[in-house]
């Protein structure tokens, strides 16, 4: 009877290590061994040390930054604060004057992603949980503008919009532009999010006589949390750096990004390479802090749904 039960009992083993026997449960302990860990080093610093490199350069001198690489640093690190000064805050037609670019960023990109989450938002609860005629093929059609190309759509919306480019202090048109480009993937990946929730918890809002409005907003909205982050994330790096869009839809410094400016500041004032390395530090700033505030939930949205427990 023991040595039956010794040879029918579970053998300790690579499969037996608190995750289950599945896909997931087997992607989970490949990712989670040694090798994997070594792999994502060595990827973060691949994607960190070119990052580094041009802080540190923005820092150097002018003299230094001409005749070294940023490398050599360690052995001669001297420091400087007079390019951030000169590109963000010079007032000469030869310095960055990002600080008015900077602010213009601000404005076009915090509307524009609270305008496209929003709706897109909005409109992947009517698609998921809402009965209407049609309400398949719309999403269908959502879903198919995904694969038409931006640049296709440039000329007919500038002619749309071309009589209210001055309405919104001039962002109007670039706010526009941007949620029309944003809403087909914002609607298609949180459509995605919310019809794996319980329908059980629509049944019971129902019952207890939640309307559509009071569902989406008490129980819909904080489900889907790590879906709107990751969205918010993807959406606000997306327009941050847009040149494209902005070039089209605005006119002069009074409402043009700060990438517009490092574009003209590459193309015109290509030598000076302590302003542009600083420049573009400036730049980065403000995506890195939204992501690293954000990261934990971008994780989570990127991994809902994907281990069924």
């Given amino acids: 009877m023991s040595s039956t039960l010794s040879t029918d009992a579970p053998k300790a083993g690579p499969l037996n290590r608190g995750e289950p026997d599945t896909m997931a449960g087997r992607v989970a302990r490949k990712l989670g061994s040694r090798v994997a860990s070594v792999v994502s080093i060595v990827i973060a610093l691949v994607w960190t040390i070119p990052t580094f490199g041009l802080f540190v350069s923005s820092l150097r001198p002018e003299s230094d930054i001409k005749t070294t690489g940023w490398w050599t640093f360690f052995k001669n690190p001297a420091m400087t604060l007079d390019n951030y000064n000169e590109v963000v805050f010079g007032t000469s037609g030869t310095s ?61 919306m500038l002619k749309l919009l071309h009589n209210y480019t001055e309405w919104g202090g001039g962002f109007f048109a670039v706010w526009f532009a941007h ?65 494209l869009v902005a070039l089209v839809f605005t006119s002069g410094p009074g409402t043009r990004p700060l990438t517009v400016r490092l574009a003209e500041l590459a193309g015109t004032r290509g030598n000076d390479w302590q302003r542009l390395t600083s420049g573009a530090f400036v730049s980065m700033i403000i995506p890195l802090v939204v992501f690293l505030s954000l990261q934990r939930y971008f994780v989570r949205g990127l991994l809902a749904g994907g281990v069924k427990g």
């Fill in 96 to 156: 960055g004057r990002l600080a008015s670019y900077f602010v213009n960023s601000l404005v076009i990109t915090l509307p524009a992603v609270l305008f496209s989450v929003t709706l897109a938002a909005m409109a992947a609860y009517a698609l998921s949980w809402l009965n209407f005629r049609g309400r398949d093929w719309i999403f269908i059609g959502v879903f198919a503008l995904q694969i038409v190309p931006l640049q296709m759509a440039l000329i007919p």
């Fill in 179 to 243: 949620t029309c480009f944003g809403l087909p993937l914002g609607v298609f990946l949180l459509h995605n999010f919310m019809a794996e929730l319980p329908k059980d918890l629509f049944e019971a809002a129902r019952v207890d006589g939640a309307g559509p409005a009071t569902v989406f907003r008490r129980i819909v909205l904080p489900l889907i949390t790590p879906a709107l982050a990751s969205l918010t994330i993807f959406q606000f790096l997306w327009i941050w750096n847009d040149l």
